[in-house]
């Protein structure tokens, strides 16, 4: 990581108090040389877009941070061969705090190389796609024309999270059939549930506190 992106990157998420837990989270769960890969492909893809040095730091640090959640609690589902998980939470922070691209980049990335660091590498390509979609789907529908409320994030986060829960119910009807697909419906939406329980009301005191 070169100076001009690691002293903001740094500096930023100091202040915001993400950048410590971010660390400590991650020793327990990831490797450093994980972290370090990791953020050096959020910053890739990042670099070759206009994005600005301070939403490319959110990038690397929400990927890093979904990536850790969704390995933090892992239940395994048999029927699907797949897991519960709580990631949906930090996606939907990183979609409704910094909008679509971060939370596309946060959801995808994070997301899927949580899969290939566990047993489930094999979802890694469909949870690059579903939880993508899903970050970039809750952050452009909050961050569309009108004046954002409440009700508009709920409605952010029921987009997002109805993308996830039906894309991997149609990605399982085709890998598994349709009962084992029914059965970890549930498991999704519940993950969905905790998306909005946890997502919302964080991501409505990280923006208040940023653009204070």
Do not use: H
Not at 45 to 60: D, K, N, V
């Amino acid at each position: 990581m070169n100076e001009k992106i690691s002293m903001p990157y740094f500096y930023y998420f100091r202040y915001e108090g993400i950048y410590e837990r971010c660390v400590s989270l991650s020793k327990d769960c990831i490797s450093y040389n994980t972290w370090k890969t990791l953020n050096i492909l959020v910053l890739t893809i990042t670099e070759m877009s206009s994005l600005s040095t301070r939403e490319i730091a959110a990038s690397g640090i929400m990927a890093a941070l979904v990536c850790v959640t969704t390995m933090f609690i892992q239940v395994p589902i048999p029927a699907t061969k797949g897991y519960f998980n709580i990631g949906d939470a930090m996606i939907m922070i990183a979609a409704l705090t910094f909008g679509p691209v971060i939370g596309a980049l946060a959801g995808g990335i994070g997301s899927s190389l949580a899969d290939l660091l566990s047993p489930y590498y094999y979802w890694a390509p469909f949870t690059l796609i579903i939880k993508g979609t899903e970050g970039f789907l809750a952050g452009w529908i909050l961050t569309r024309g009108g004046e954002e409320s409440v009700s508009k994030v709920v409605m952010a986060w029921a987009v997002g999270g109805l993308e996830m829960v039906i894309g991997y119910f149609i990605t399982q009807v085709f890998m598994y059939g349709l009962g084992a697909a029914l059965f970890e419906a549930p498991f999704n939406l519940v993950q969905m549930a905790v998306g909005g329980i946890v997502g919302i009301p964080l991501s409505l005191a990280l923006r208040t506190r940023i653009r204070a």
